[in-house]
C-alpha cells in the first residue's frame, strides 16, 4: 500500500463535465428519488454499495467491484418494499433498511425493518427472526419492533451484535450469524435496559435505563466493570433537570470512559472519566461556541475503537479530527474539492462571547467511509446549493463517483449564509438566510419564514432534503430559517429559553427575524408568508391568530393545532411527563380559531401518527364555522416523517404550497 504521504502529494481531482445552462429546478427535480446515495466500502475495500434511483422514483441496492468501476454493477430492486439505507455488515454481507406501509387492526402505519442480504440479493433474512408470541396485537408489534444493531464486531468473522427488541425477549443482547441467520444471546436483559454500547474489543460495556427515585425519573448510566462483569451505576440524570450525562465512548485504558456532559456550561463537552474514583480526569474535547455531540472511532479491524475525533455542531455537523492521517486526508480533499470555509464574527446566544468562527462558504466535504487498509475512501461534497456529490479516493487520485441530482445546476439555486439577529428582549437568535440567484436583482423579495420541526431540533447549513428551500429560492424568494428560542444543539440558554413560550417568545423570535429582513432591505414587507411543518406547522397557525400584520398568509404541514394533545402525548410517557411536559404551554390556536386573521392553508398526510391528521381537520372545520379562510388539504397514504414519503408526496406538498402563495395568499398572490 502506498504511504498516506505519497497518497497525498499524488492526491488529484478528475473533473466531471460541463454544467447545463441553469434553470429554476422543477418540484420534481428537487423531490425524486436521488440518482445516488448512501454510499460505502467494504471492510477490504474490494466492493461498494449504494442506493441508486434509474427513475426517481424506485430505489436499487447497488455493488459494485472497485477494481472495476467501469464493468456492470449488481442491482437488487424490490416491488414490495422501499429501500431506506444500505451499509456493509462484512465483506460479502449487507444491512438492508427498508419501509412499507401497513394496517394494525384498523391503524395505519409504517413498517421499518431491518434485512441482512448478500451482495447479490439472492436472499433478505430479517436482522432478528420473525416469531409469535401469542395475540394478533402482540404479533404486531413484534412486526414493528425488532432489534437494534449495536455493532458490526469488526474483529468476528460471522457475527453482528442486536438489542433484541421483540418480546418476551426485549433489552437482551443477541449475536447474529450473517450468514446462516442463527442467533444466540450474549446478554440478558430486560425491557429496562438499552443504549447499549461495546468497547474496542467488542465486549459489552455501557447500557442505560429509566427508573424512578423517591417518585422522580431519571435516565442511569451504567458501566460494566471489565474484570468483574459486574453492572455500576455512573451517572442519573433526572428528567426534571434537563441535563443528561452520557457515556459516549472507551479508551484504551479499562477504566477510563468517555462521557458527553454539560459540566454547568451551556455547552456540552466529551470529558475523560475515571469509572473507578468516579470523577472527570480532564476535557477530552470542548469548543467554546458549540456543543460538542459525538465521538469518531476507527471501525477497522485491526485498529477498532481507536478515537479518531469529535463531532460538534456548528453551521452543519464538523468533525474535529485528533489523527494525523484523517485531518490531512480532510484538508486534502477539500483541496482537491475547492472547498474552503469563510470567517465570520459570531455573537454566542448563551454567553454573549464573540468570536471569529470559519463558516462553509457553498460546500462542505464529508469523510463518510473507508477501506480498512485506507486503499479506498469516500468524500461526499454537499451545500445548501450544492446536491450530494460522491467522490472516490483511490490510488492518489480523485474521482467522482456519481451525483445525487445531476439534473439540477447548482447556479439556479439561492444562495445560504448564517446569520444573527438580536430579538426584542436582546438574545441573539442564529438563522439560515438564503436568498435568490442574482438575477433576481437585490431585493426587497417575497419572504418566507420556515421554522422548523421539534421544536427541540435544529437546521444547518446543507443541502434541504425536502426541497423547500430551494423550490422558492430560485423562483425569487428570501426564505428565513430562524432558530428560535427552544432550539436545540446551539446551547442551554438558547434551547431552555424557550421553555412554556410556545406562541409567545418563541414566536416573538420568528416575527423579529421578519423585522429584521425588511430594515436590512431584504423581504417586501407587503409580500410575507409563513410556512411550517410539524412543530414549524403550529408556528404557523400561531402566526395566523396573533395580529401582528407581518404575514400575508399562514400555511401549516401536520401541524400541531391542538396544544393540549401535545401536552397529554409528553404525559403519556413516564420521562416525557418531567421531561418536556413542563416545557410545553402557551397559545393553543384550537381555542383561537375565531382570532384567526389571515388565509391559512393546512395540509397533512392521512397515515400521520405523530400529530393525528384530526388536528387540522377540526382547526379547519372550527374556522370554516367562523367564517374564516381556510383550506385543509389531506394527502393520501402520507405520513409524518420523510422517510414515509414518496417522491410523489413530496412533490405534492411543493405543488401545493406554490399554487397557494401565488393564489391563495392575500392580497392577490405573494
Not at 428551500?469 to 440558554?493: C, D, K, M, N, T
Not at 423585522?515 to 411543518?533: E, H, M, N, S, T
Request: hydrophobic share 40%; with cysteine.
Amino acid at each position: 500500500m502506498r504511504s498516506i504521504s505519497l497518497i497525498l502529494a499524488a492526491l488529484t481531482l478528475v473533473a466531471g463535465s460541463a454544467a447545463a445552462a441553469p434553470a429554476p429546478p422543477s418540484a420534481a427535480d428537487l423531490t425524486k428519488a436521488p440518482a445516488i446515495q448512501d454510499v460505502s466500502l467494504s471492510p477490504d475495500g474490494k466492493h461498494m454499495v449504494a442506493l441508486t434511483s434509474p427513475d426517481g422514483e424506485a430505489l436499487d441496492i447497488t455493488v459494485w467491484s472497485t477494481v472495476a468501476l467501469s464493468a456492470q454493477p449488481t442491482r437488487v430492486g424490490s416491488k414490495f418494499m422501499r429501500f431506506l439505507g444500505v451499509s456493509f455488515l462484512k465483506n460479502d454481507r449487507l444491512l438492508v433498511t427498508a419501509v412499507q406501509p401497513l394496517t394494525i387492526q384498523g391503524t395505519p402505519q409504517h413498517l421499518v425493518k431491518q434485512y441482512i442480504t448478500d451482495l447479490e440479493g439472492k436472499s433478505f433474512t430479517p436482522l432478528l427472526p420473525d416469531r409469535s408470541v401469542g395475540s394478533e396485537l402482540e404479533d404486531s408489534y413484534n412486526q414493528l419492533r425488532t432489534g437494534v444493531l449495536i455493532s458490526t464486531l469488526p474483529k468476528d468473522p460471522r457475527h453482528v451484535l442486536v438489542e433484541d427488541e421483540r418480546l418476551d425477549s426485549e433489552g437482551d443482547v443477541d449475536a447474529v450469524d450473517v450468514y446462516d441467520g442463527t442467533v444466540a444471546r450474549v446478554m440478558k436483559g430486560s425491557e429496562k435496559y438499552d443504549g447499549y454500547l461495546v468497547d474496542m474489543n467488542g465486549e459489552v460495556r455501557a447500557r442505560s435505563y429509566l427508573d424512578t427515585d423517591d417518585g422522580k425519573v431519571f435516565i442511569g448510566q451504567q458501566y460494566r466493570d471489565s474484570a468483574t462483569g459486574e453492572w455500576v451505576d455512573l451517572f442519573r440524570s433526572y428528567g426534571k433537570d434537563r441535563d443528561v450525562t452520557s457515556i459516549v465512548g472507551f479508551t484504551a485504558d479499562p477504566n477510563v470512559i468517555l462521557i458527553q456532559a454539560y459540566e454547568g456550561a451551556d455547552k456540552a463537552g466529551i470529558f475523560e472519566y475515571d469509572v473507578k474514583l468516579k470523577k472527570i480526569i480532564e476535557p477530552a474535547f470542548q469548543h467554546k461556541m458549540f456543543d460538542a455531540r459525538s465521538v469518531v472511532f476507527s471501525r477497522a479491524a485491526q485498529d477498532n475503537g481507536q478515537l479518531l475525533g469529535f463531532r460538534y455542531a456548528a453551521d452543519t455537523t464538523r468533525v474535529y479530527w485528533i489523527d494525523g492521517h484523517m485531518a490531512a486526508l480532510q484538508r486534502a480533499a477539500e483541496h482537491a474539492l475547492g472547498v474552503a470555509d469563510v470567517p465570520m464574527t459570531w455573537v454566542d446566544p448563551g454567553t454573549g462571547l464573540t468570536a471569529k468562527i470559519p463558516v462553509a462558504s457553498g460546500a462542505t466535504v464529508d469523510f463518510i467511509s473507508r477501506s480498512d487498509d485506507f486503499r479506498f475512501a469516500i468524500f461526499e461534497k454537499s451545500g445548501p446549493r450544492q446536491p450530494p456529490e460522491y467522490y472516490l479516493l483511490a490510488d492518489g487520485k480523485m474521482s467522482l463517483l456519481g451525483k445525487s441530482r445531476p439534473w439540477i445546476d447548482p447556479s439556479s439555486l439561492g444562495d445560504t449564509k448564517l446569520v444573527e439577529y438580536p430579538a426584542r428582549d436582546g438574545l441573539m437568535i442564529p438563522a439560515f438566510l438564503t436568498t435568490p440567484p442574482a438575477s433576481f436583482g437585490p431585493g426587497p423579495y417575497p419572504t418566507l419564514i420556515e421554522p422548523h420541526g421539534g421544536p427541540w431540533a435544529r437546521d444547518e447549513l446543507d443541502w434541504d432534503v425536502t426541497g423547500w428551500i430551494q423550490y422558492f429560492a430560485s423562483r425569487g424568494y428570501a426564505v428565513l430559517q430562524p432558530q428560535f428560542r427552544g432550539s436545540e444543539g446551539w446551547g442551554a440558554r438558547l434551547w431552555r429559553a424557550g421553555d412554556r413560550e410556545w406562541g409567545q417568545k418563541m414566536q416573538d423570535d420568528n416575527d423579529d427575524g421578519v423585522k429584521w429582513l425588511i430594515a436590512q432591505k431584504i423581504a417586501d414587507p407587503k409580500r410575507v408568508a409563513i410556512f411550517g411543518y410539524s412543530y414549524g406547522g403550529y408556528a404557523a397557525l400561531a402566526a395566523s391568530i396573533r395580529p401582528n400584520g407581518l404575514y400575508q398568509c399562514a400555511i401549516s404541514g401536520a401541524g400541531a393545532g391542538d396544544l393540549s394533545r401535545f401536552v397529554e402525548a409528553t404525559y403519556d410517557s413516564r420521562f416525557g411527563r418531567e421531561y418536556q411536559m413542563p416545557t410545553v404551554a402557551g397559545l393553543n390556536p384550537l381555542e383561537h380559531v375565531r382570532d384567526v386573521q389571515i388565509p391559512v392553508l393546512l395540509y397533512t398526510g392521512d397515515h400521520d401518527v405523530t400529530v393525528d391528521p384530526v388536528e387540522s381537520r377540526s382547526f379547519a372545520a372550527q374556522a370554516r364555522a367562523a367564517g374564516k379562510d381556510v383550506r385543509l388539504v389531506e394527502i393520501h397514504d402520507m405520513g409524518h416523517q420523510i422517510t414515509f414519503w414518496t417522491p410523489d408526496m413530496a412533490t405534492q406538498q411543493l405543488n401545493l404550497i406554490d399554487g397557494y402563495l401565488k393564489t391563495g395568499c392575500k392580497p392577490g398572490g405573494l
